[in-house]
């Protein structure tokens, strides 16, 4: 009787933790509460695409060629805030938007958060921008977005950078993700991840490489952690987890013709070096270059090496990178 009454005790504490978690989460992030703390906010504009408003950060010259930066899944435009302006120093127009449920994008409920959704999405946004083509550089599941845009819509990608990216659905094994896609279970979890600072730290130690656990800062768990803690964005996280249908790139990848950078970090826990390796081979006119003591962002862990490679490739006709070593298919130098 007594055990009965324990579990009793325990199920109602849950529920009322539960219940009060989801009646006191706001229903999204106010810009102008937090703008005075988003690094860069002086650059931060909003464009309305199929009636939803999408953020970006906008550096450089807007008549020189433009970078279109892509970020991954639970991030935003802040993974990019040290590389931006770098590629603006190097004379390129740089524009780092958040995808459409991300960052300090609108989170609409009606839209499905598909690969190919987001794709039409960023289309949709380089017309908005007056954009008509660019290099192309998606990390992670934003590399998902970048190859569907360069399959789906390739007059608008001249050169695509694939970092780290997601070309199948392995990742959709991953625990948190298998108890996500049950609904209801989805639902009462995502609100506590998402909003623990605890948990992104851990997510961190494993999202990059041990020799750059110093970059695990209270300014980035922070930054990673203002856009995540409403329920507009649970309810992003948990769609886009259940409308994730990667395999295509994988299947479709020996369809992109454009010039192709693939660059990895050798000590990638969260997408093995296996998939950039079979992406090397797929794709006709790539190079892949694997970043030693380097994790799943290299944008962020090798800032100074990435901008250099990136810079280099865009500025070769045919996408050329000579400073640094490229691999081929058994990860042989080449």
Same mark, same amino acid.
């Given at each position: 009787m007594k055990k009965r009454s324990l579990a009793i005790g325990i199920v109602g504490a849950v529920g009322a933790a539960v219940a009060a978690k989801m009646l006191t989460r706001s229903k999204g992030v106010n810009w102008d509460d937090v703008s005075t703390h988003v690094p860069h906010s002086e650059n931060s504009h909003f464009a309305s695409v $199929? #009636?939803?408003?999408?953020h970006y950060q906008e550096f450089g010259d807007p008549a020189k060629p433009t970078l279109l930066l892509i970020h991954g899944y639970t991030?935003?435009?802040y993974v990019w805030n040290t590389t931006a302006p770098?590629?603006?120093e190097q004379g390129f127009h740089v524009i780092?938007? $958040?995808?459409? #449920?991300? #960052?300090y994008s609108e989170k609409p409920y009606w839209f499905d958060y598909s690969i190919e959704s987001q794709a039409r999405m960023i289309s949709r946004f380089m017309n908005r921008l007056g954009i008509g083509r660019a290099t192309v550089v998606g990390s992670?599941? #934003?590399g998902a977005v970048a190859a569907t845009l360069a399959l789906d819509y390739p007059e608008r990608v001249e050169k695509l950078v694939l970092v780290n990216a997601v070309c199948n659905d392995d990742l959709k094994n991953h625990p948190v993700l298998r108890l996500a896609s049950i609904r209801g279970v989805g639902e009462v979890?995502?609100?506590f991840l998402a909003d623990s600072k605890t948990y992104l730290r851990y997510r961190m130690h494993g999202t990059l490489a041990k020799a750059n656990h110093h970059l695990i800062t209270k300014e980035r768990i922070s930054s990673?952690?203002?856009p995540l803690k409403a329920a507009d964005a649970h309810h992003s996280l948990l769609a886009t987890s259940r409308n994730w249908r990667a395999k295509r790139i994988e299947h479709d990848a020996h369809l992109i013709n454009q010039p192709t950078l693939i660059i990895w970090g050798e000590q990638d826990n969260v997408i093995p070096i296996r998939s950039g390796l079979m992406l090397h081979d797929s794709i006709l006119n790539s190079r892949l270059v694997v970043l030693k003591d380097?994790?799943?962002?290299?944008?962020e862990e090798k800032s100074e090496i990435f901008t250099e490679l990136v810079t280099e490739f865009c500025r070769d006709k045919k996408g050329r990178i000579t400073a640094v070593k490229t691999f081929d298919l058994k990860g042989n130098e080449s």
């Open positions: $199929d #009636g939803a408003s999408i991030a935003s435009a770098a590629f603006a780092a938007v $958040d995808l459409l #449920g991300f #960052g992670s599941y #934003g979890i995502t609100p990673v952690h203002r380097c994790g799943h962002v290299p944008h």
